[in-house]
């Protein structure tokens, strides 16, 4: 059974930062393309960050590019979501994703969902 855990998750001020950790299990985490979406109240699950198998490709949504970074260890089986300069506005449910390939930049693509984490950044 594939689990997606994440974590890291809280209230912080803005301009402040987090990390957010994502923990697999129960598939060959290296094979598979990583990513980040949230979910505001209200309003429909974006995109956020992707990363792929191998770590040597990554993409942004244009919202957080310059102010987050996805990386993995492949050795831990755990995709992190680092975000500075947080912004009111990047408050919502962060979820993992996983997915064959980059296409999971698109939800529809994405195959295992983790349960998500809040992230509330307060002005």
């Known amino acids: 059974q594939v689990q997606l855990v994440e974590s890291g998750g809280g209230l912080v001020q803005a301009g402040g930062s987090l990390r957010l950790s994502c923990a697999a299990s129960?598939?060959?985490?290296?094979?598979?393309?990583m990513g980040w979406f949230r979910q505001a109240p209200g309003k429909e699950r974006e995109f956020v960050a992707a990363?792929?198998?191998?770590?040597?490709?990554?993409y942004y949504a244009d919202s957080v590019k310059g102010r987050s970074t996805i990386s993995r260890d492949n050795a831990k089986n755990t995709v992190y979501l680092q975000m500075s300069s947080l912004k009111p506005e990047d408050t919502a449910v962060y979820y993992c994703?996983?997915?064959?390939?980059?296409?999971?930049?698109?939800?529809?693509?994405?195959?295992?969902w983790g349960q998500g984490t809040q992230v509330t950044v307060s002005s």
């Open positions: 994703a996983a997915g064959n390939t980059l296409a999971i930049k698109v939800a529809d693509f994405v195959r295992h």
């Open positions: 990363i792929s198998w191998s770590g040597g490709n990554t």
């Open positions: 129960g598939l060959t985490f290296s094979s598979y393309a």
